[in-house]
T-cell receptor, first 119, second 116 residues
Framework: AQKITQTQPGMFVQEKEAVTLDCTYDTSDQSYGLFWYKQPSSGEMIFLIY??????QNATEGRYSLNFQKARKSANLVISASQLGDSAMYFCAMSAPQNSGGSNYKLTFGKGTLLTVNP | DAGVTQSPTHLIKTRGQQVTLRCSPISGHKSVSWYQQVLGQGPQFIFQYYEKEERGRGNFPDRFSARQFPNYSSELNVNALLLGDSALYLC???????????????FGSGTQLSVL
Protein backbone atom coordinates (compact mmCIF):
# COMPACT_ATOMS: atom_id res chain seq x y z
CA ALA A 1 0.00 0.00 0.00
CA GLN A 2 1.10 3.52 -0.71
CA LYS A 3 1.45 6.12 2.02
CA ILE A 4 2.25 9.82 2.04
CA THR A 5 3.38 11.57 5.22
CA GLN A 6 3.39 15.32 5.69
CA THR A 7 4.66 16.04 9.19
CA GLN A 8 4.07 19.81 9.20
CA PRO A 9 0.43 20.66 9.93
CA GLY A 10 1.23 24.36 9.56
CA MET A 11 4.09 26.54 8.37
CA PHE A 12 4.72 30.28 8.49
CA VAL A 13 7.00 32.23 6.18
CA GLN A 14 7.74 35.88 5.61
CA GLU A 15 6.89 37.36 2.25
CA LYS A 16 9.79 37.10 -0.26
CA GLU A 17 11.52 34.33 1.72
CA ALA A 18 11.85 30.68 0.68
CA VAL A 19 10.05 27.83 2.43
CA THR A 20 10.34 24.05 2.32
CA LEU A 21 7.34 21.79 2.81
CA ASP A 22 8.22 18.23 3.78
CA CYS A 23 6.88 15.03 2.23
CA THR A 24 7.92 11.43 2.67
CA TYR A 25 6.37 8.48 0.91
CA ASP A 26 6.26 4.73 1.13
CA THR A 27 5.65 2.35 -1.75
CA SER A 28 6.90 -0.96 -3.08
CA ASP A 29 6.21 0.06 -6.68
CA GLN A 30 9.14 0.87 -8.97
CA SER A 31 7.15 3.20 -11.22
CA TYR A 32 5.37 6.04 -9.49
CA GLY A 33 4.91 9.76 -9.67
CA LEU A 34 5.05 12.46 -7.04
CA PHE A 35 2.90 15.56 -7.20
CA TRP A 36 2.30 18.70 -5.23
CA TYR A 37 -1.09 20.36 -5.32
CA LYS A 38 -2.19 23.68 -3.81
CA GLN A 39 -5.69 24.01 -2.36
CA PRO A 40 -6.85 27.57 -1.63
CA SER A 41 -9.97 28.22 0.40
CA SER A 42 -12.06 27.90 -2.79
CA GLY A 43 -11.48 24.14 -2.63
CA GLU A 44 -9.99 23.57 -6.07
CA MET A 45 -6.83 21.47 -6.17
CA ILE A 46 -4.25 23.25 -8.32
CA PHE A 47 -1.37 21.28 -9.83
CA LEU A 48 2.04 22.70 -8.99
CA ILE A 49 4.79 20.25 -9.91
CA TYR A 50 5.48 16.63 -10.85
CA UNK A 51 8.44 14.28 -10.38
CA UNK A 52 8.65 10.81 -11.92
CA UNK A 53 10.35 8.02 -10.04
CA UNK A 54 12.84 7.55 -12.88
CA UNK A 55 13.60 11.23 -13.35
CA UNK A 56 17.21 11.92 -12.42
CA GLN A 57 16.90 15.68 -12.19
CA ASN A 58 14.78 17.53 -9.68
CA ALA A 59 11.67 19.08 -11.20
CA THR A 60 11.24 22.84 -11.33
CA GLU A 61 8.22 24.95 -12.28
CA GLY A 62 8.79 28.67 -11.90
CA ARG A 63 9.11 29.44 -8.18
CA TYR A 64 8.44 25.80 -7.28
CA SER A 65 11.08 23.09 -7.14
CA LEU A 66 10.89 19.55 -5.88
CA ASN A 67 13.79 18.19 -3.85
CA PHE A 68 13.60 14.50 -4.76
CA GLN A 69 15.70 12.12 -2.67
CA LYS A 70 14.74 8.64 -3.82
CA ALA A 71 16.84 6.68 -1.34
CA ARG A 72 15.27 8.59 1.54
CA LYS A 73 11.82 8.45 -0.10
CA SER A 74 11.33 12.15 0.27
CA ALA A 75 9.88 14.73 -2.12
CA ASN A 76 10.01 18.12 -0.47
CA LEU A 77 8.51 21.19 -2.12
CA VAL A 78 10.55 24.38 -2.12
CA ILE A 79 8.77 27.66 -2.79
CA SER A 80 11.12 30.55 -3.47
CA ALA A 81 10.28 34.22 -3.01
CA SER A 82 6.98 33.55 -1.19
CA GLN A 83 4.00 35.73 -2.05
CA LEU A 84 0.89 36.51 -0.03
CA GLY A 85 -1.14 34.54 -2.59
CA ASP A 86 0.83 31.41 -1.72
CA SER A 87 -1.12 31.12 1.55
CA ALA A 88 -3.09 27.87 1.15
CA MET A 89 -3.12 24.16 1.95
CA TYR A 90 -0.43 22.18 0.17
CA PHE A 91 -0.82 18.47 -0.53
CA CYS A 92 1.84 16.00 -1.52
CA ALA A 93 0.48 13.08 -3.54
CA MET A 94 1.79 9.91 -5.10
CA SER A 95 0.50 8.28 -8.23
CA ALA A 96 0.88 4.53 -8.10
CA PRO A 97 -0.98 1.46 -9.39
CA GLN A 98 -4.41 0.92 -7.91
CA ASN A 99 -3.55 -2.75 -7.59
CA SER A 100 -0.22 -4.49 -7.43
CA GLY A 101 1.06 -4.91 -10.97
CA GLY A 102 -1.90 -3.05 -12.41
CA SER A 103 -1.83 -0.38 -15.08
CA ASN A 104 -4.43 2.01 -13.70
CA TYR A 105 -3.06 4.52 -11.29
CA LYS A 106 -4.63 6.54 -8.50
CA LEU A 107 -3.43 9.45 -6.42
CA THR A 108 -2.76 8.94 -2.73
CA PHE A 109 -2.62 12.21 -0.81
CA GLY A 110 -1.00 13.26 2.44
CA LYS A 111 -2.88 15.21 5.10
CA GLY A 112 -1.53 18.51 3.90
CA THR A 113 0.39 21.50 5.25
CA LEU A 114 -1.27 24.86 5.81
CA LEU A 115 1.14 27.56 4.64
CA THR A 116 0.68 31.12 5.85
CA VAL A 117 2.70 33.88 4.23
CA ASN A 118 3.11 36.93 6.45
CA PRO A 119 3.61 40.42 5.02
CA ASP B 1 -11.46 26.86 -22.07
CA ALA B 2 -13.65 25.93 -19.13
CA GLY B 3 -12.11 23.88 -16.37
CA VAL B 4 -13.72 20.98 -14.56
CA THR B 5 -17.17 22.04 -13.40
CA GLN B 6 -19.10 20.47 -10.55
CA SER B 7 -22.65 20.96 -9.37
CA PRO B 8 -24.07 21.76 -6.98
CA THR B 9 -21.41 23.65 -5.02
CA HIS B 10 -23.12 23.00 -1.69
CA LEU B 11 -25.68 20.47 -0.58
CA ILE B 12 -27.41 19.69 2.71
CA LYS B 13 -29.04 16.30 3.23
CA THR B 14 -30.32 14.27 6.15
CA ARG B 15 -29.27 10.78 7.18
CA GLY B 16 -30.73 8.03 5.03
CA GLN B 17 -31.28 10.23 2.00
CA GLN B 18 -29.70 9.78 -1.40
CA VAL B 19 -27.58 12.33 -3.26
CA THR B 20 -26.32 12.79 -6.83
CA LEU B 21 -23.30 14.92 -7.61
CA ARG B 22 -22.43 15.99 -11.14
CA CYS B 23 -19.17 16.67 -12.95
CA SER B 24 -18.27 17.96 -16.40
CA PRO B 25 -14.65 17.35 -17.41
CA ILE B 26 -12.44 19.64 -19.40
CA SER B 27 -13.25 19.47 -23.10
CA GLY B 28 -11.29 16.64 -24.68
CA HIS B 29 -10.70 14.82 -21.39
CA LYS B 30 -12.14 11.34 -21.42
CA SER B 31 -11.25 10.17 -17.92
CA VAL B 32 -13.05 11.27 -14.76
CA SER B 33 -12.08 10.45 -11.20
CA TRP B 34 -13.89 11.13 -7.95
CA TYR B 35 -12.25 11.88 -4.61
CA GLN B 36 -13.68 12.41 -1.11
CA GLN B 37 -12.01 14.96 1.15
CA VAL B 38 -13.05 14.88 4.78
CA LEU B 39 -12.28 18.02 6.80
CA GLY B 40 -8.63 18.08 7.86
CA GLN B 41 -7.59 15.23 5.56
CA GLY B 42 -6.27 14.81 2.07
CA PRO B 43 -8.56 13.59 -0.72
CA GLN B 44 -9.26 9.85 -0.96
CA PHE B 45 -9.81 8.03 -4.25
CA ILE B 46 -13.35 6.76 -4.86
CA PHE B 47 -13.70 5.95 -8.57
CA GLN B 48 -12.14 6.35 -11.97
CA TYR B 49 -14.14 6.14 -15.22
CA TYR B 50 -13.05 6.14 -18.84
CA GLU B 51 -15.29 5.73 -21.86
CA LYS B 52 -18.22 4.90 -19.58
CA GLU B 53 -16.34 2.03 -17.98
CA GLU B 54 -15.20 1.82 -14.38
CA ARG B 55 -11.43 1.59 -14.39
CA GLY B 56 -10.79 1.74 -10.67
CA ARG B 57 -12.50 1.81 -7.32
CA GLY B 58 -11.23 2.84 -3.92
CA ASN B 59 -12.10 1.41 -0.52
CA PHE B 60 -15.66 2.72 -0.30
CA PRO B 61 -18.89 0.83 0.46
CA ASP B 62 -21.39 -0.17 -2.19
CA ARG B 63 -23.55 2.80 -1.18
CA PHE B 64 -21.23 4.76 -3.46
CA SER B 65 -21.74 4.37 -7.19
CA ALA B 66 -20.94 6.37 -10.28
CA ARG B 67 -21.40 6.42 -14.00
CA GLN B 68 -20.04 8.23 -17.01
CA PHE B 69 -22.06 9.42 -19.97
CA PRO B 70 -21.21 9.49 -23.69
CA ASN B 71 -20.24 13.15 -23.41
CA TYR B 72 -17.76 12.11 -20.66
CA SER B 73 -19.62 13.90 -17.89
CA SER B 74 -20.10 11.88 -14.74
CA GLU B 75 -22.39 11.46 -11.76
CA LEU B 76 -21.54 10.21 -8.29
CA ASN B 77 -24.39 8.71 -6.30
CA VAL B 78 -24.40 8.04 -2.59
CA ASN B 79 -27.29 6.11 -1.03
CA ALA B 80 -28.39 5.83 2.59
CA LEU B 81 -26.32 8.83 3.65
CA LEU B 82 -24.43 8.70 6.94
CA LEU B 83 -23.11 11.57 9.01
CA GLY B 84 -19.61 10.44 8.06
CA ASP B 85 -20.33 11.07 4.39
CA SER B 86 -20.10 14.81 5.07
CA ALA B 87 -17.14 15.94 2.99
CA LEU B 88 -15.93 17.86 -0.03
CA TYR B 89 -16.36 15.69 -3.12
CA LEU B 90 -13.84 16.49 -5.81
CA CYS B 91 -14.02 15.52 -9.45
CA UNK B 92 -10.90 15.40 -11.60
CA UNK B 93 -10.41 14.85 -15.29
CA UNK B 94 -7.47 13.76 -17.39
CA UNK B 95 -6.80 12.76 -20.97
CA UNK B 96 -5.67 9.18 -20.63
CA UNK B 97 -7.53 5.95 -20.19
CA UNK B 98 -4.75 4.62 -18.07
CA UNK B 99 -4.00 7.10 -15.37
CA UNK B 100 -0.28 6.62 -15.64
CA UNK B 101 2.25 7.59 -13.06
CA UNK B 102 2.77 10.94 -14.71
CA UNK B 103 -0.79 11.76 -15.59
CA UNK B 104 -1.76 15.17 -14.27
CA UNK B 105 -5.26 15.49 -12.87
CA UNK B 106 -7.28 18.67 -13.24
CA PHE B 107 -9.66 19.16 -10.34
CA GLY B 108 -12.92 21.01 -9.98
CA SER B 109 -13.80 23.14 -6.95
CA GLY B 110 -15.87 20.36 -5.48
CA THR B 111 -19.29 19.84 -3.96
CA GLN B 112 -19.50 20.40 -0.22
CA LEU B 113 -21.93 17.82 1.15
CA SER B 114 -23.30 18.20 4.67
CA VAL B 115 -25.30 15.33 6.16
CA LEU B 116 -27.40 16.26 9.21
Amino acid sequence: AQKITQTQPGMFVQEKEAVTLDCTYDTSDQSYGLFWYKQPSSGEMIFLIYQGSYDEQNATEGRYSLNFQKARKSANLVISASQLGDSAMYFCAMSAPQNSGGSNYKLTFGKGTLLTVNP
Amino acid sequence: DAGVTQSPTHLIKTRGQQVTLRCSPISGHKSVSWYQQVLGQGPQFIFQYYEKEERGRGNFPDRFSARQFPNYSSELNVNALLLGDSALYLCASSTQAKQGSGEKLFFGSGTQLSVL
